[in-house]
């Protein structure tokens, strides 16, 4: 299983960014893929996933309303729209993939803690 990240970059605050992960390697229709971040200082925290069996999208509170998580099942490939993006924000942001019921719960607050990881891309909030 391999999850390549794309899309991290440099943004102005309430601005807008679009990650990307690429999963290959990956066959397993009750597994959920989603986004991990871990600021500098920080503990990871989960972010959003959504489930690859009926695309349900799990958000933690710190991001439900601006954040929203999609997928492209024939590209194999899970997207992060990140709108009214704030200091707060900024991260390396990690692609996860594990079972649907183990990811949502590391996502609502539980332990920080996926099967299989990507390699992470930076996002900057900054002015």
């Known amino acids: 299983v391999q999850l390549v990240e794309s899309g991290g970059g440099l943004v102005q605050p309430g601005g807008s960014l679009r990650l990307s992960c690429a999963a290959s390697g990956f066959t397993f229709d009750d597994y959920a893929i989603g986004w991990f971040r871990q600021a500098p200082g920080k503990e990871r925290e989960g972010v959003s996933c959504?489930?690859?069996?009926?695309?349900?999208?799990y958000y933690a509170d710190s991001v439900e309303g601006r954040f929203t998580i999609s997928s492209d099942n024939a590209k194999n490939t899970v997207y992060l729209q990140m709108n009214s993006l704030i200091p707060e924000d900024t991260a390396i942001y990690y692609c996860?993939?594990?079972?649907?019921?183990?990811?949502?719960?590391?996502?609502?607050?539980?332990?920080?803690?996926?099967?299989?990881w990507g390699q992470g891309t930076q996002v900057t909030v900054s002015a």
């Open positions: 959504i489930s690859k069996t009926d695309g349900r999208a």
């Open positions: 996860a993939a594990d079972l649907t019921p183990r990811l949502a719960y590391a996502i609502r607050g539980g332990d920080a803690r996926s099967k299989y």
